[in-house]
T-cell receptor
Framework: EADIYQTPRYLVIGTGKKITLECSQT?????MYWYQQDPGMELHLIHY???????EKGDLSSESTVSRIRTEHFPLTLESARPSHTSQYLC????????????FGQGTRLTVV | GESVGLHLPTLSVQEGDNSIINCAYS??????FIWYKQESGKGPQFIID?????DKRQGQRVTVLLNKTVKHLSLQIAATQPGDSAVYFC??????????FGTGTSLTVIP
């Protein structure tokens, strides 16, 4: 079982609110990722990080931002939530070398009303 | 970015039968592929992987086949069980070591 945790699991929030989705992993992985997934659809990479102080935007444009101050922590922030942000957000991590598979958290299902 | 797509969005099989889930990818330079299983309300879980220097890899009840000539990947599940019901994604590792996922195939096992 992967040691990667996301909180909260579910979040319903009003339009205009600032939210931060938490992601932590205890595997010492350098690489971390955020994916956005709508029901029944593929995962879209929105952010990734190669290590501390490294953040990059993924293929899907997102109004969210991320930070990587510590290896184990990769939070995602939405400054002003909108209904179009309603989706599931999945965090993942992988090793820099060796086995490259990505381990996923359980996801955060966000609903903006 | 790279494009990974699945041929069939849904698949229903009888319990005990073998399942085959297909995946097409677009980047011939991709060097690593993974199959993930995602159950309802959970994050994707690793099933099996294969590197581009291999054609076939077997796990417990699962086999992945890679055909680089036509850029095609398949997942075979032997003796499919009700617990295998889930959405299955293939993913390729592209440039910059990001993982790109396809749409997913929803597998339903009929008891």
């Amino acid at each position: 079982e992967a040691d990667i945790y996301q909180t909260p699991r579910y979040l319903v929030i009003g339009t205009g609110k600032k939210i931060t989705l938490e992601c932590s992993q205890t595997m010492g992985h350098d690489k971390m990722y955020w994916y956005q997934q709508d029901p029944g659809m593929e995962l879209h990479l929105i952010h990734y990080s190669y290590g501390v102080n490294s953040t990059e935007k993924g293929d899907l444009s997102s109004e969210s931002t991320v930070s990587r101050i510590r290896t184990e922590h990769f939070p995602l922030t939405l400054e002003s939530a909108r209904p179009s942000h309603t989706s599931q957000y999945l965090c993942a991590s992988s090793e820099q070398t060796g086995v490259p598979e990505a381990f996923f958290g359980q996801g955060t299902r966000l609903t903006v009303v | 970015g790279e494009s990974v797509g699945l041929h069939l969005p849904t698949l229903s099989v009888q319990e005990g039968d073998n399942s085959i889930i297909n995946c097409a990818y677009s980047n011939s330079a991709s060097d690593y592929f993974i199959w993930y299983k995602q159950e309802s309300g959970k994050g994707p879980q690793f099933i099996i992987d294969i590197r581009s220097n291999m054609d076939k890899r077997q796990g417990q009840r699962v086999t992945v086949l890679l055909n680089k000539t036509v850029k095609h990947l398949s997942l075979q599940i032997a003796a499919t069980q009700p617990g295998d019901s889930a959405v299955y994604f293939c993913a390729e590792r592209g440039s910059g070591n990001q993982f790109y996922f396809g749409t997913g195939t929803s597998l339903t096992v009929i008891p």
